[in-house]
Nanobody, 120 residues
Framework: QVQLVESGGGLVQAGGSLRLSCAAS????????MGWFRQAPGKEREFVAA????????RYADSVKGRFTISRDNAKNTVYLQMNSLKPEDTAVYYC?????????????WGQGTQVTVSS
C-alpha cells in the first residue's frame, strides 16, 4: 500500500508559478513510477506529467510542455510538479498518482488532490 499526500496548491495570478509536492509513504517509493493528473470542473481527469522510478525519464501533456517540470527525490519520498507561466486554463484539482509499471488513468494509488486556481 502507498499513501500519497499532495500539497502546494493555491491561488495565483496568470503568469505566476506554483510548486506542488506529493509525499509518499508505505511501500518503497523508488520502486514506483509517479505522475500528476488534473481535473477541472465539468471535465474529465487528464494526464499532466509522469516520471519513471529513477527520475531519468519524463513525459508531459502537450498543454503543459515547456511550462511544467516533474521531478522526484527518492531520498525524501517526494515527487514535485513545478508549474511556471500558469494560465487560467490550468485551474483544476491536481492529483498525484503512483504505479508499479506505468502511470495512467488506472494507476494503482492516488492522493486526495490539491486545488490550483489561476486568476486572469
Amino acid at each position: 500500500q502507498v499513501q500519497l499526500v499532495e500539497s502546494g496548491g493555491g491561488l495565483v495570478q496568470a503568469g505566476g508559478s506554483l510548486r506542488l509536492s506529493c509525499a509518499a509513504s508505505g511501500r518503497t517509493f523508488s520502486g514506483y513510477a509517479m505522475g500528476w493528473f488534473r481535473q477541472a470542473p465539468g471535465k474529465e481527469r487528464e494526464f499532466v506529467a509522469a516520471i519513471n522510478w529513477s527520475g531519468y525519464s519524463t513525459r508531459y501533456a502537450d498543454s503543459v510542455k515547456g511550462r511544467f517540470t516533474i521531478s522526484r527525490d527518492n531520498a525524501k519520498n517526494t515527487v514535485y510538479l513545478q508549474m511556471n507561466s500558469l494560465k487560467p486554463e490550468d485551474t483544476a484539482v491536481y492529483y498525484c498518482c503512483a504505479d508499479r509499471l506505468r502511470v495512467g488513468p488506472n494507476s494503482d494509488y492516488w492522493g486526495q488532490g490539491t486545488q490550483v486556481t489561476v486568476s486572469s
